[in-house]
């Protein structure tokens, strides 16, 4: 099991740039694929970012390819995600979480801990 604690996020105006990192614990984090996902008020949890084991294989949601960048560093247990030109429509909570295996994933239910969540707010 990995635990997860997510941090970075804030209230920034459209067009700026945001941070998040999601600082892990546990010995199965190198082993095993991270993800980002965000849930709005009113609307389910999508996924957002994947970053398979060893960081070298990316996948990314439509919404914000060319946009956001997640990395990781196994030396540290940390994956990020590095959110730049922010629409209002990026506002969410944003959780990190960790994949079942090592292999890129996008579903909620490939994921199985999950950080508590980080506020991202983003004024027009």
């Known amino acids: 099991q990995v635990q997860l604690v997510e941090s970075g996020g804030g209230l920034v105006q459209a067009g700026g740039s945001l941070r998040l990192s999601c600082a892990a614990s546990?010995?199965?984090?190198?082993?095993?694929?991270m993800g980002w996902f965000r849930q709005a008020p009113g609307k389910e949890r999508e996924f957002v970012a994947a970053i398979g084991r060893s960081g070298t294989s990316t996948y990314y949601a439509d919404s914000v390819k060319g946009r956001f960048t997640i990395s990781r560093d196994n030396a540290k247990s940390t994956v990020w995600l590095q959110m730049n030109s922010l629409k209002p429509e990026d506002t969410a909570v944003y959780y990190c979480a960790a994949g079942r295996s090592p292999f890129l994933c996008v579903s909620t239910s490939d994921f199985g801990s999950w950080g508590q969540g980080t506020q991202v707010t983003v004024s027009s």
């Open positions: 546990g010995r199965t984090f190198s082993s095993v694929a």
